[in-house]
């Protein structure tokens, strides 16, 4: 039966794919890859065969209807992102609804995501929280923020680390300096760094120590 899969990929560690994600990428017809380099790497390590083609934010709006045309042709297709589930910060929303409108059934597998492991690692309340993504880089970052001076919940970023002093700076700005924040570094990997304390405090130990690889900024919401 054709149809959409959505396979969660390792963030790090590639110990971390399930058993159903390595058996629905060996009996697909198509795999859609976010880089190809990089996911061949991971179908390499399980020696899964099936063929892989690019599918990413700069060319998804102009495949998109040839791949839904292929699915309803009879093919099963998996989609992947480098690291994590599909269309949380990757592309994938796009692809998703348009086969939903299409009447093509999507079928998505639990497994690995960021954004989870560094929340409940935190220490901050888990019970309600809200995932923001990226910040604008630019147009729109100061609004967000104000936006959400309010918030209550434990907020979850993600971060580039070329940005991550200027964003607790920010945040110390909008939050203050006694907002209590988590940052969690390189999960899954073997330099995963998870450092806590309060903005300002994050904010000093990362100019002093400059970080690397992908980050994760939990941030405690505003208290009632």
Same mark, same amino acid.
């Given at each position: 039966?054709?149809?959409?899969?959505?396979?969660?990929?390792?963030?790090?560690? /590639?110990?971390?794919? =399930?058993?159903? !994600? *390595?058996?629905?990428?060996? %009996?697909?017809?198509?795999?859609? !890859?976010?880089?190809?380099?990089?996911?061949?790497?991971?179908?390499?390590?399980? $020696?899964?065969?099936?063929?892989?083609?690019?599918?990413?934010?700069?060319?998804?709006?102009? %495949?998109?209807?040839?791949?839904?045309?292929?699915?309803?042709?009879?093919?099963?297709?998996? /989609?992947?992102?480098?690291?994590?589930?599909?269309?949380?910060?990757? &592309?994938?929303? /796009?692809?998703?609804?348009?086969?939903?409108? @299409?009447?093509?059934?999507?079928?998505?597998? &639990?497994?690995?995501? !960021? /954004?989870?492991?560094?929340?409940? $690692?935190?220490?901050?309340?888990?019970?309600?929280?809200?995932?923001?993504?990226?910040?604008?880089?630019?147009?729109?970052?100061?609004?967000?923020?104000?936006?959400?001076?309010?918030? #209550?919940?434990?907020?979850?970023?993600?971060?580039?680390?070329?940005?991550?002093?200027? #964003?607790?700076?920010?945040?110390?700005?909008?939050?203050?300096?006694?907002?209590?924040?988590? *940052?969690?570094?390189?999960? =899954?990997?073997?330099?995963?760094?998870?450092?806590?304390?309060?903005? &300002?405090?994050?904010?000093?130990?990362?100019? $002093? @120590?400059? &970080?690397?690889?992908?980050?994760?900024?939990?941030?405690?919401? @505003? @208290?009632?």
């Amino acid at each position: 039966m054709s149809k959409l899969f959505l396979v969660p990929t390792p963030i790090g560690n /590639l110990g971390d794919i =399930t058993y159903r !994600a *390595v058996e629905v990428l060996n %009996s697909v017809d198509l795999i859609l !890859a976010e880089d190809t380099r990089q996911s061949g790497k991971l179908l390499s390590h399980y $020696n899964i065969k099936s063929p892989l083609q690019s599918h990413h934010m700069f060319n998804e709006h102009r %495949s998109v209807e040839t791949i839904c045309t292929r699915i309803l042709s009879g093919l099963k297709v998996a /989609l992947i992102s480098d690291a994590g589930t599909p269309g949380i910060s990757d &592309p994938g929303f /796009l692809l998703v609804r348009t086969c939903l409108e @299409k009447g093509i059934s999507v079928e998505t597998l &639990p497994g690995p995501v !960021a /954004l989870i492991p560094a929340l409940v $690692n935190s220490g901050l309340p888990c019970e309600r929280f809200c995932f923001e993504g990226f910040l604008p880089p630019k147009k729109g970052r100061n609004k967000r923020l104000t936006r959400l001076e309010e918030e #209550t919940r434990t907020m979850i970023f993600y971060e580039s680390p070329y940005r991550l002093v200027k #964003t607790l700076d920010e945040m110390t700005g909008h939050f203050g300096s006694e907002r209590e924040v988590s *940052v969690s570094r390189e999960l =899954t990997k073997v330099f995963e760094e998870n450092i806590r304390g309060t903005l &300002p405090y994050l904010s000093d130990y990362y100019k $002093n @120590k400059p &970080p690397k690889g992908e980050i994760v900024i939990v941030v405690a919401g @505003k @208290k009632d």
